[in-house]
């Protein structure tokens, strides 16, 4: 299938070389000047090659290569590789600082920091993402071969009753970052390779982005018919921002679904296909927590980063169905112990393709 094509632009700084020869031209001889045109030649396309940009040029209707190693594996989309700016200005998540402060607008630049800084990030492993967050069944299965020790349970506790996430093709819930880990080394016995692991929070955000720089992948705002969060509104109709805090009185919006949904569910696919990666359930990473991102340069850094710690609050992206709209966005991060289950957790993989 077609895979993505990349433009590479560049900015080229004034060459003083290249003036000296159009200066000289009359001053030497017809073999000279060829001579000196071919060198500037070959400076000038070195000098496009150390590009300051990457821009994925995928039409929306051309999809990204799909595979499928296995008829229990999760299918998987061959990103394309290139660039991006990671994290979000604090005027992105201004909305839910003056909400967990409680605080008034106008006090100065608020936002949640550890979303910041912003940074490039060169994606310089090529990796498949899974479609899909890692469904009951595949899960299951890994279960029922004795690969995964533990039985999720699909139990949804909600004020009204218990809901039960148990479609078959619902993400799979109720399961720690070791459960985890237990899945990726069966998958990878199944399938005879070591490459399946699950994602950095780089490589987790640069999927979810799919080459966009707005609020959310599918624009500056979300809907419900996009992606399975919570809405809360105001005793008045008008939206309220879930802060988390008690004492602050606020109703369900009645088109809420209240619990995770099946992964074909909904128009929820971002521009390279990659479904729900907003909302429905917290995806884990393999990256620890930090007060801030580190700043690191490449993904690549960002993986042996990961690698060097065996123990530390994980990284969690991408919102839940239990969770305000803010708390989709691509740039939103949380963090969590290794050995915690909750059913608002889930996970999705990565391939490594080298």
Not at 144 to 160: K, Q
Request: hydrophobic content about 40%; glycine content about 8%.
């Amino acid at each position: 299938m077609a895979r993505g094509r990349y433009l590479v632009s560049h900015r080229m700084p004034e060459n003083e070389f290249l003036k000296r020869v159009i200066i000289n031209m009359t001053l030497i001889s017809p073999f000279r000047i060829v001579v000196w045109l071919c060198l500037a030649l070959c400076v000038a396309t070195g000098a496009a090659a150390q590009d300051d940009l990457v821009q994925i040029d995928k039409p929306a209707d051309v999809p990204l290569e799909t595979f499928q190693d296995c008829a229990e594996c999760p299918e998987m989309i061959l990103l394309p590789m290139g660039r991006f700016v990671m994290g979000a200005p604090l005027k992105e998540s201004e909305e839910l600082y003056l909400a967990w402060n409680r605080a008034e607008p106008g006090s100065g630049p608020v936002g949640m920091e550890w979303e910041g800084p912003e940074h490039d990030v060169i994606i310089d492993i090529p990796i498949a993402m899974g479609r899909n967050e890692v469904t009951r069944a595949e899960f299951l299965a890994c279960f029922a071969e004795g690969g995964c020790s533990h039985e999720p349970d699909p139990t949804v506790l909600n004020l009204r009753g218990d809901l039960f996430a148990d479609d078959p093709r619902s993400p799979v819930i109720d399961v720690s970052y070791q459960d985890m880990l237990e899945y990726v080394a069966w998958l990878n016995h199944k399938t005879g390779t070591s490459a399946y692991r699950l994602p950095t929070e780089a490589e987790w955000e640069y999927a979810a982005r799919a080459g966009t720089r707005t609020r959310f992948a599918q624009g500056d705002t979300l809907t419900l018919e996009q992606a399975n969060f919570t809405v809360f509104l105001n005793q008045d109709g008008s939206e309220h921002v879930s802060d988390g805090t008690s004492g602050v009185k606020y109703f369900l919006d009645p088109r809420s679904r209240k619990m995770p949904v099946p992964v074909d569910m909904l128009d929820a696919a971002n521009a390279w296909g990659l479904r729900h990666m907003a909302g429905n359930v917290w995806e884990v990473t393999m990256s620890c927590m930090t007060e801030r991102h580190l700043g690191l340069a490449s993904s690549s850094a960002y993986l042996a980063n990961a690698l060097s710690s065996d123990s530390c609050p994980r990284v969690f992206k991408g919102g839940s169905f239990s969770g305000g709209r803010l708390y989709a966005r691509p740039a939103a991060r949380a963090g969590g112990v290794d050995n915690d289950r909750r059913a608002f957790k889930g996970f999705r993989i990565v391939k490594e393709m080298k």
